[in-house]
């Protein structure tokens, strides 16, 4: 009778802490929203919309004018798991004229409201030439850095480095580009300290009550 008590005590223990051990690994919904702001454009650019979901950074020069457009993002996803990267933001690009070149700087940050509220940002070196003769041509990078950052429980690792390749707009007529270009991240949320000491004390607890029961049954 005793060894089949230690049995399903033993049994109690090792469920219970699988139990807590899925509850602490469970799912988290993060949700955020991304806006972007635009400074130190040069050669007279200007920036619109800054700090919305819309901000737009016009440069103009060469018998032209170039935009370049920064949409943010509205997300609500769950991890773990998490399928591929999460978009952070999408860049397009217009272009009239003969084109112009530009460079400056783009704020990107994140508002998270799940699980906690807060907010960070990432900074973006952007430059950028598009002309067209002919043909559109030219090209454009924002790099990004840092290369993460922390929201309460939540990180946000940017893809490629940071880097973002700018598409050269379609036509010299003010078309932007599309689909354009995505700012993309994983997401990952760290286990509470709480969680893991307890997590930890309940191993140290089973493995007490294996030792007990190894010594009762010699």
């Known amino acids: 009778m005793g060894n089949l008590f230690k049995t399903s005590l033993?049994?109690?223990l090792v469920a219970g802490l699988m139990a807590f051990a899925a509850s602490a690994t469970r799912a988290d919904t993060v949700t955020f929203t991304t806006t972007g702001a635009f400074t130190g454009l040069s050669g007279g650019g200007v920036a619109?919309?800054?700090g919305t979901s819309v901000a737009t950074a016009t440069f103009t020069g060469m018998a032209g004018t170039i935009q370049i457009r920064f949409s943010g993002a509205n997300q609500s996803i769950a991890v773990p798991p998490q399928n591929g990267a999460v978009s952070l933001?999408?860049?397009?690009?217009?272009?009239?004229?003969?084109?112009?070149?530009?460079?400056g700087t783009l704020t990107?940050?994140?508002?998270?409201?799940?699980p906690s509220g807060g907010s960070n940002s990432?900074?973006?070196?952007?430059?950028?030439?598009?002309?067209?003769?002919?043909?559109?041509?030219g090209g454009g990078t924002v790099v990004f850095s840092p290369a993460?950052?922390?929201?309460?429980?939540?990180?946000?690792?940017?893809?490629?480095?940071?880097?973002v390749t700018l598409t050269i707009p379609p036509n010299n007529t003010g078309t932007?580009?599309?689909?354009?270009?995505s700012v993309e991240a994983t997401v990952a949320t760290i286990p509470e300290p709480t969680s893991m000491l307890l997590l930890g004390s309940g191993?140290?607890?089973l493995a007490g009550a294996a030792r007990r029961k190894f010594r009762g049954s010699k």
């Open 176 to 181: 932007f580009s599309t689909p354009g270009n």
């Open 122 to 137: 990432f900074t973006g070196n952007l430059n950028a030439t598009f002309i067209f003769s002919g043909v559109p041509g």
């Open 148 to 163: 993460s950052v922390t929201i309460g429980a939540v990180t946000y690792t940017l893809s490629n480095s940071g880097a």
């Open 89 to 103: 933001g999408i860049f397009t690009t217009a272009m009239t004229g003969n084109g112009a070149s530009g460079a």
């Open 203 to 205: 191993l140290i607890g």
């Open 48 to 50: 619109t919309g800054n």
């Open 10 to 12: 033993m049994a109690a």
């Open 108 to 114: 990107l940050t994140i508002v998270q409201t799940s």
